[in-house]
């Protein structure tokens, strides 16, 4: 079975690019969750979907940072402009969420490093 | 005081060795205790999952939860050089589905063959 897919796995880029993280979560499952990974403050919860619906954004660090699942096999996140330290490894995970709630599954995540 | 609190290590044990990794935690409203498994430059990977209170066995892995003390293990027995990788604590309020985890920082563990 295929597991969550993040694309690109590496990116580079200058500071204030656009840079546009993607993910493809487990078929038929309905929440999707986008996790930022540094060495000082480890794993942290930046959004997450449930039905598509954006149902917490309290992580998400500040106004250049935006997330959007137009589908339930497609979610972006997007940085705007970027700065170096959003430098960082952003995975991505899903689960199905109803009677019996399914733990999260992980995607091999986005290495960005911004310059 | 962070929510979740893991000695990030390194560990480092000899081949066949029980290892125990533990992490502690300030939320009494988890419910939901999660071990990830994470080898460099790849994601986390789900061991363990467990709700409330209890022990719960999977081969060579046996995750325990107190929570009357908010603490909680995990052990691995007859350990082999492929258990080398950073192990994460994760915990949710709800179905560790339903809603984002808190994780610990993960604890670097080294197995020499």
């Known amino acids: 079975d295929a597991g969550v897919i993040q694309s690109p796995r590496h990116e580079v880029t200058e500071m204030g690019q656009e840079v546009t993280l993607r993910c493809k979560p487990i078929s038929g499952h309905n929440s999707l969750f986008w996790y930022r990974q540094t060495m000082m403050r480890g794993l942290e919860l930046l959004i997450y979907?449930?039905?598509?619906?954006?149902?917490?954004d309290s992580g998400m660090p500040e106004d250049r940072f935006s997330a959007k699942m137009p589908n339930a096999s497609f979610s972006t996140l997007k940085i705007q402009p970027s700065e170096p330290r959003d430098s960082a490894v952003y995975f991505c995970a899903s689960s199905l969420v109803g009677t019996g709630n399914q733990p999260q599954h992980f995607g091999d995540g986005t290495r960005l490093s911004i310059l | 005081q962070k929510e979740v609190e893991q000695d990030p290590g390194p560990l480092s044990v000899p081949e066949g060795a029980i290892v125990s990794l533990n992490c502690t935690y300030s939320?009494?409203?988890?419910?939901?205790f999660m071990w990830y498994r994470q080898y460099s430059r790849k994601g986390p990977e789900l061991l363990m999952y467990?709700?409330?209170?209890g022990n719960k066995e999977d081969g060579r892995f046996t995750a325990q939860v107190d929570k009357s003390s908010k603490y909680i293990s995990l052990f691995i027995r007859d350990s082999q050089p492929s258990d080398s990788a950073t192990y994460l604590c994760?915990?949710?309020?709800?179905?560790?589905?339903?809603?984002?985890?808190?994780f610990g920082k993960g604890t670097h563990l080294i197995i020499q063959p």
């Open positions: 979907f449930n039905n598509n619906v954006p149902i917490d």
């Open positions: 467990t709700y409330s209170s």
């Open positions: 939320n009494s409203a988890f419910q939901y």
């Open positions: 994760a915990m949710s309020g709800s179905g560790g589905g339903a809603d984002g985890l808190t």
